[in-house]
């Protein structure tokens, strides 16, 4: 697991129909670090600190095992400081 902060929408038109209307989001570990995109499972807006997961557990935290997910936004963080 790895806490992230949510930056903006990742507007992508052209998907694969099993990502379905799952919303994407650029996310960063911390500033200044390199952005990975995540599939939304939960509900986040930009700015929000979320705990996301990777790999399998990725897959199954978005919907199912075949899910095309290698980064899951799992939750939202109510209180966090970057420091």
Known sequence: MKICQVEKTLVSTNRIKELGH????????????????????????PGDWVICVGSSAAREAAGSKDFPSDFTIIGIIDHWSEG
């Open 22 to 45: 799952r919303p994407l989001l650029v996310v960063r570990e911390k500033a200044g670090g390199p952005r990975q995109v995540a599939v939304d499972a939960v509900g986040c807006i």
